[in-house]
């Protein structure tokens, strides 16, 4: 009689082809390219650990705190000036709002 095996069988991982747009996250550091009403946008979103630094929103014009997840947005064509923090929400409805001036 042979020894009895105590663990399971492994079965064959099926190796699946890589995706190619996680490539390109990869690749590129998590930028991609938005389109909407307002023009051609590169944008990167910015994980809570990541968030080291107190920014000001340009949609609602407030402040994005330390450790809050948000979105860098710039132009794809600029020298990076251009960079505005938004928060999450704002972004996504950019299109239905314009940018609000601070009150004085």
Same mark, same amino acid.
């Given at each position: 009689?042979?020894?009895?095996?105590?663990?399971?069988?492994?079965?064959?991982?099926?190796?699946?082809?890589?995706?190619?747009?996680?490539?390109?996250?990869?690749?590129?550091?998590?930028?991609?390219?938005?389109?909407?009403?307002?023009?051609?946008?590169?944008?990167?979103?910015?994980?809570?650990?990541?968030?080291?630094?107190?920014?000001? $929103?340009?949609?609602?014009?407030?402040?994005?705190?330390?450790?809050?997840?948000?979105?860098?947005?710039?132009?794809?064509?600029?020298?990076?000036?251009?960079?505005?923090?938004?928060?999450?929400? $704002?972004?996504?409805?950019?299109?239905?709002?314009?940018?609000?001036?601070?009150?004085?």
């Amino acid at each position: 009689m042979s020894p009895r095996r105590n663990s399971p069988r492994r079965k064959e991982r099926l190796v699946q082809p890589p995706d190619e747009d996680a490539l390109v996250l990869r690749i590129t550091g998590g930028q991609r390219r938005e389109t909407g009403a307002d023009g051609e946008w590169v944008i990167r979103r910015v994980s809570g650990a990541a968030a080291a630094k107190t920014y000001r $929103c340009p949609g609602c014009y407030q402040e994005i705190p330390v450790g809050m997840p948000h979105v860098v947005a710039w132009r794809p064509y600029g020298d990076g000036a251009d960079r505005r923090h938004w928060h999450s929400s $704002c972004w996504e409805r950019r299109a239905h709002r314009g940018v609000r001036p601070p009150r004085r």
